[in-house]
């Protein structure tokens, strides 16, 4: 445990220089503004949250939080996300406004850094909650606006793997009612995306020849709306059989709203199982490996705030959209330095207050030594468009 | 040591709605324009900062300091300001820039709280850093930049207390030389605002009637510029003579900006001694007792990140100014409702994406069950500009 250098600063988090925060601004801007064009308005909520309140509701695991003690040794949480404490909100100051309410938010969530290289322990998530509506035309409009906020961060090229935790929550009932320690294993691959692992633990569990077919099926369902027909036949349980009908509904409402050209249906994709509980979705960048959004309905969430409701929402991963998106820097306009000396420093203000106002140019000025003579190229290091001599 | 109640969050942060947020968000953008315009790009760094390095060198005290362990063992601290990261950005991303920098930030800071009751946890600042220039008008350049500022937020009454440490610095090393405890005891009473204090402690330390005289003019040492020509004849030490000098050049530049009748001067106010260096201001609102900005000169805070450098800034405490101002709310525009039924989503959707992009209209879509009849007040719980049928 040795002394930080006084340069460095700790592991997973970002220094943004102006370049990158105006890009920041700009997909910040545009996304909370397509958002609020959808009915949904902006709230902040603190960094800090209790442990036992919004931390235990959130959807992170517990040894991903940041934890410290307030003064009377209550734990608290830096927050892991914007999903419970807008629950809270909910619950609490909004408790009188009637349903559905439609929250957006862009904030930075924490989580503290597993030894993996690379993840980050701070970032900005931009995103929205819809609470008091469980219908399928729900689902389907976060999923559309998610779609419409990817477009309004000037992400061109992406997909949208659509599932739905329900339909593998019955299959896996159907068929290892009496195994739940399998389920959660099976679910576990599911969720790190591990095929292989997923066949293996199949194969380890000495199924009949027919289960085990059934459940290595599973795999195959994801496509387009044909997936449907297929996962419908390969479960008869109730919980499954529901599942598909509201996919199935979502995705005729995504038809409606024209974008389902956009959207794969993906029932292997179950998102975080104990938290989700019902359509769940994952936005995938063109050559992009991880995630650029998240979301899902959580129809139990609010309960744990004690106004029961129904809800569904999705966050843009807005640090990983900064990566994939070109700076657009060229557009700033060039900024003016004025030099002047003490005689003329009365014009030279003048001069800058006039020209910040009227065409909003970006002004600095510079009083010189008295010896300073025409043109001294010392005086302007830094690049400007024009550097005017009051001298 | 009880458990929180589900709805409730910690001392001293808050949750901002719509209508606080939207305020917020439009004193933010007028603010960092404003600063852009005069030639300071935006900035962002980490809410998690080493202790060793930045929470050290930060100017809040070490016991109202956040501080948390990260998994190595390390103290890190949620930032109590931005000066300090913004010095450790300056000597590191940053060091081969040429000074000067001109960088700007709106930024959320974190204070444990002591046990008064109101005083905030966690709140926001919008300031500037100028680094790499020392002179007068450099300083009066960030107080014109602070008035600019107040303006753009929509703070329309306010008046600039304008001091300097280094005059009271030099006048106590030259009356109290071997009394360094006496020194700290009044400057920490004018700290504190607490004249009846420093009156105390001036009669309890048994100095010659002239000495204490002296030392009692120091308090009337406010008001308009009549006041460099008091405090010259007040003190010929010559710290406190080449400070009172350079204020009179602030003044001076202050007066080419045509500002100096928001600018009031006053030696009494010393600002947090061990940290500002030079010239120190605060902003006060009309009606309202606690300063809505604050700034001044640290000329020793690069020295700690290894690139020594003169520096001088200030920061709008925006939370206080969000509570001055009106909420403009008035201005949103009414939003728009539409209700469907299935036969007929496709239309009302295209309908809602017409008007979401043809006029930036906020527009909410819902379902309603196919039994509905028009008009049916249910549907259209909330407030909305016009309510759309499709059925």
Same mark, same amino acid.
């Given at each position: 445990m040795?002394?930080?250098k006084?340069?460095?600063?700790p592991?997973?988090?970002k220094?943004?220089?102006?370049?990158?925060v105006?890009?920041?601004r700009?997909?910040?801007?545009s996304?909370?503004d397509c958002m609020?064009?959808?009915?949904y308005?902006?709230?902040v909520?603190?960094t800090l949250?209790?442990?036992?309140?919004?931390?235990?509701?959130s959807?992170?695991?517990?040894?991903?939080l940041?934890?410290?003690?307030?003064r009377?040794?209550?734990t608290?949480?830096?927050?892991?996300?914007?999903t419970?404490?807008?629950?809270r909100?909910?619950a609490? #100051?909004?408790?009188?406004?009637?349903?559905?309410i439609r929250?957006?938010?862009h904030a930075?969530?924490?989580?503290?850094m597993?030894d993996?290289?690379g993840?980050?322990a701070?970032f900005?998530?931009?995103?929205?909650?819809?609470?008091?509506?469980?219908?399928?035309?729900?689902?389907?409009?976060?999923v559309?606006?998610?779609?419409?906020s990817?477009?309004?961060?000037?992400?061109?090229?992406f997909k949208?793997? =659509?599932?739905h935790?329900?339909?593998?929550?019955?299959?896996?009932?159907?068929?290892?009612?009496?195994r739940?320690?399998?389920?959660?294993?099976l679910?576990?691959?599911?969720?790190?995306r591990?095929?292989?692992?997923?066949r293996?633990t199949?194969?380890?569990?000495? #199924?009949?020849?027919?289960v085990?077919?059934?459940?290595?099926?599973?795999?195959?369902?994801?496509?387009?709306?044909?997936i449907?027909?297929?996962?419908r036949?390969?479960s008869?349980d109730?919980?499954a059989?529901a599942?598909i009908?509201?996919?199935?509904?979502?995705?005729e409402?995504?038809q409606?709203?024209?974008?389902?050209?956009h959207?794969?249906?993906?029932?292997?994709?179950?998102g975080?199982?104990?938290?989700?509980t019902?359509?769940?979705?994952?936005?995938?960048?063109?050559?992009?490996g991880?995630p650029?959004c998240s979301?899902?309905?959580y129809?139990? #969430?609010?309960?744990?705030?004690?106004?029961?409701a129904?809800?569904?929402?999705?966050? #843009?991963k807005t640090?990983?959209?900064?990566?994939?998106?070109?700076?657009?820097?060229?557009?700033?306009?060039g900024?003016?330095l =004025?030099?002047?000396k003490t005689?003329r420093?009365?014009e030279?203000?003048?001069k800058?207050?006039e020209l910040?106002?009227?065409?909003g140019?970006?002004?600095?000025?510079r009083r010189?030594p008295?010896?300073?003579?025409p043109?001294?190229?010392?005086?302007?290091s830094g690049e400007?468009?024009?550097?005017?001599?009051?001298?």
């Open positions: 040795s002394k930080p006084v340069f460095e600063k592991a997973g988090v220094d943004y220089l102006p370049e990158a105006s890009k920041l700009r997909i910040e801007k996304v909370l609020r064009r959808w009915g308005e902006q709230i909520t603190p949250e209790y442990y036992d309140t919004v931390g235990i509701a959807s992170t695991s517990d040894r991903k940041f934890k410290l003690l307030d009377n040794g209550t608290l949480v830096m927050r892991s996300d914007m419970a404490p807008i629950a909100v909910v609490s #100051l909004l408790k009188e406004q009637p349903l559905p929250l957006s938010y930075s969530v924490f989580r503290a597993e993996e290289a993840r980050e701070e900005y998530q931009t995103g929205v909650e819809l609470v008091g509506d469980g219908s399928a035309d729900a689902d389907a409009e976060v559309a606006l998610a779609i419409a990817l477009q309004a961060a000037g992400v061109e090229e949208i793997a =659509l599932g935790v329900g339909f593998l929550h019955g299959l896996l009932n159907e068929t290892l009612k009496d739940p320690d399998a389920q959660t294993a679910k576990e691959c599911l969720l790190g591990d095929y292989v692992g997923y293996k199949l194969g380890d569990l000495g #199924l009949g020849i027919s085990r077919r059934e459940l290595e099926e599973v795999l195959r369902l994801h496509g387009g709306e044909e449907f027909a297929h996962a036949r390969l008869r109730p919980l059989q599942s009908a509201h996919l199935r509904e979502v995705w409402v995504l409606a709203y024209g974008v389902s050209g959207v794969l249906i993906d029932l292997t994709m179950i975080d199982f104990s938290y989700y019902g359509m769940t979705f994952e936005g995938y960048a063109a050559d992009h991880f650029v979301g899902g309905r129809d139990n #969430l609010l309960t744990q705030f004690g106004r029961p129904p809800a569904t929402g999705f966050a #843009l640090n990983r959209i900064l990566e994939l998106i070109p700076s657009g820097r060229t557009e700033k306009p900024s003016v =004025l030099v002047y005689n420093r009365k030279a203000l003048a800058a207050a910040r106002s009227a065409d140019a970006s002004v600095e000025t010189v008295e010896n300073t003579k043109g001294e190229p010392a005086l302007t400007y468009a024009e550097v005017i001599e009051f001298f």
